[in-house]
């Protein structure tokens, strides 16, 4: 009989040597001893230990000019994939900050969502400086263990891992591993250096922004519709265009909208596939006007990462509005939408697009209709009630004290529209266009003319988040 070990949680613990981590401590205690450590690294809201966490454009890495701890890490992070049997990935660290536990302090259970993989190094490690904790993450297990009595130290039964810090020892582990730091009961400080690593995005050209109208791209012929009745590669069909022009394009100098004109490098290519896919109902609520006087419909398409053009949207996210982001999802939708009578109003129900458990959301929308086909785009609006341009408590309990002011899938068309909402502007659709705005804004898509019987309207629209 043998005995299987399955759900195994990777971790890696190595050993820098003895020269590499003295130069090391030598760059952080030049560091600690300058101004900017003194202004960077303040003591946790919530925590006792100090750090520089808290300060979004402090890179101790940068910083204290530590070059040999990051080739370090990287080369470290590469063995770490390789010992998951995953292929090689090109790899970036995504955040890095200095944490300093004085004698008493500790950190309590936390993980680093978001990222690919975390890590500790340890500068100054003292005896008794408490330990680095990794709980069993198998609540069911752990739960198990206790109960049963049977938790041990050996592999099979411990319910945590302790890892004790050592001068000049990495500690690395997969991002979504929760784990906590025990008290430090020496009484010398405890100096770490924390960071994230994620797998680097493409990089894709984008020049300073402009501001003002910029010209407008070249009428193509458009091709003639043809099913595809063959796997595509998302990175061809959707393929961006390698120098990309944005402007700031704030609907009425209130709503700092981005715009990319040409986005798309053939977005007839993309027309061609979408509007011949089969395209499957989404809100569709019995009772309701879906497929009775409109078709609402939705596609998505899944995509693997690095991708152009998620990483255009972070290049133009982080220079617009000074974030780094993520893609919320590992997928875009296309929104597929035909009308069988005639519109009810001249825009769909205003919303806002924000996720729970972000602290920023950015609503990043293609424009795919070919030029005869654009008509309308994306209008912003202002809920009258408080006269705010981003979800409020009015809104909230408005909607609370009548549902039927929100969107609940069973008409695409609001109802009192011009009672309830304050049309503030719109951006035009174009063909590739694409625009990005906070998601927190009030918007919906916008349709003044009776268009889109003949052929339905085509956005594809993917969340980047922080």
Not at 83 to 94: F, Q, S, V
Not at 138 to 153: D, L, N, P, Q, Y
Not at 196 to 213: D, F, I, T
Not at 238 to 262: A, Q, S
């Amino acid at each position: 009989m043998s005995l299987n070990l399955f759900f195994g949680v990777p971790l890696l613990v190595e050993n820098i040597d003895a020269a590499t981590r003295d130069v090391i401590h030598a760059k952080v205690s030049r560091y600690l001893a300058s101004e900017r450590a003194g202004r960077d690294i303040r003591p946790a809201a919530e925590e006792s230990v100090s750090t520089s966490y808290y300060k979004p454009e402090a890179q101790v890495l940068k910083d204290a000019e530590l070059v040999e701890l990051e080739h370090f890490v990287l080369a470290s992070a590469t063995q770490f994939l390789e010992g998951l049997r995953l292929g090689p990935r090109r790899l970036e660290i995504e955040r890095s900050w200095i944490n300093v536990f004085k004698p008493g302090a500790q950190e309590a259970q936390h993980s680093h969502d978001g990222s690919l993989l975390s890590c500790s190094y340890y500068v100054e490690a003292p005896k008794d400086c408490g330990c680095i904790v990794m709980p069993d993450p198998i609540g069911a297990r752990r739960v198990h263990r206790e109960f049963t009595k049977t938790a041990g130290s050996d592999v099979l039964t411990r319910r945590e891992i302790a890892i004790d810090p050592q001068p000049g020892r990495l500690v690395m582990f997969e991002s979504w591993l929760p784990h906590y730091v025990q008290c430090n009961k020496s009484e010398q400080v405890r100096i770490s250096i924390a960071m994230n690593l994620r797998e680097a995005p493409l990089q894709v050209a984008v020049p300073k922004v402009q501001h003002g109208a910029a010209a407008a791209p070249t009428p193509r012929a458009a091709p003639a519709e043809s099913p595809h009745a063959k796997p595509f590669l998302f990175e061809e069909i959707f393929e961006v265009r390698p120098n990309l022009n944005l402007r700031m394009e704030p609907v009425r100098n209130e709503i700092p909208t981005v715009v990319v004109d040409d986005f798309l490098k053939d977005p007839e290519q993309a027309r061609a596939l979408v509007g011949a896919a089969p395209a499957a109902n989404w809100k569709h609520e019995k009772g309701g006007k879906n497929f009775v006087d409109y078709y609402d419909c939705r596609l998505r398409f899944p995509i693997r990462y690095p991708n152009a053009m998620v990483a255009a949207a972070q290049q133009v996210i982080r220079q617009v509005y000074q974030v780094a982001t993520r893609p919320l999802d590992a997928s875009v939708d296309v929104n597929w939408f035909k009308q069988i009578t005639g519109k009810r109003a001249d825009f769909a129900f205003p919303h806002n697009d924000i996720t729970e458990k972000v602290s920023r959301s950015f609503t990043c929308v293609v424009y795919l209709n070919r030029h005869d086909e654009c008509s309308g785009g994306t209008a912003f609006f202002r809920f009258k009630k408080s006269g705010s341009l981003v979800l409020d408590e009015p809104y909230t309990i408005a909607v609370r004290d009548d549902p039927r002011l929100a969107e609940t899938g069973r008409d695409y068309w609001p109802a009192r529209a011009e009672e309830i909402w304050e049309f503030v502007g719109a951006v035009d659709m174009a063909p590739g266009r694409l625009l990005i705005f906070p998601s927190e804004y009030f918007h919906a898509a916008y349709h003044p003319q009776n268009s889109f019987y003949e052929f339905p309207r085509l956005t594809l629209a993917f969340w980047m988040v922080a």
